[in-house]
């Protein structure tokens, strides 16, 4: 069975920092990219980072440019997000997927086959 378990949210000050977790099983975790989604309040989901399969490229949304960074060990099939600076408007809910086409596809939710039941990040003072 394919699962993908996310871990390492939580309520943090602005400015904090957090770093999630997806922990992979079920599937040959190095062949496949992978991406973090999140969907913030009221809002439809958007992709915040995205990593090929041997860690060689990488792509950011525009908002988390230099305070997030994607990576990923294959050898534990794990993936992560470190995040920090964190501001109110990083307030979301935090998704791991996996990307059977490849990050060279533009952005569609539709173009995942799996997702994780998502970890909360809340910034806030």
């Known amino acids: 069975e394919i699962q993908l378990v996310e871990s390492g949210g939580g309520m943090v000050q602005p400015g904090g920092s957090l770093r999630l977790s997806c922990a992979a099983s079920?599937?040959?975790?190095?062949?496949?990219?992978m991406s973090w989604v999140r969907q913030r309040p009221g809002k439809d989901r958007e992709l915040v980072a995205e990593?090929?399969?041997?860690?060689?490229?990488?792509n950011y949304l525009d908002s988390v440019k230099g305070r997030f960074t994607i990576s990923r060990d294959n050898a534990k099939n794990a993936l992560y997000l470190q995040m920090s600076s964190l501001k109110p408007e990083d307030t979301a809910l935090y998704y791991c997927?996996?990307?059977?086409?490849?990050?060279?596809?533009?952005?569609?939710?539709?173009?995942?086959?799996?997702w994780g039941q998502g970890t909360q990040v809340t910034v806030s003072s």
């Open positions: 997927a996996r990307d059977p086409l490849g990050i060279t596809v533009p952005y569609n939710m539709i173009k995942y086959d799996y």
């Open positions: 079920g599937f040959p975790f190095s062949r496949y990219d």
């Open positions: 990593i090929s399969s041997d860690a060689g490229s990488t």
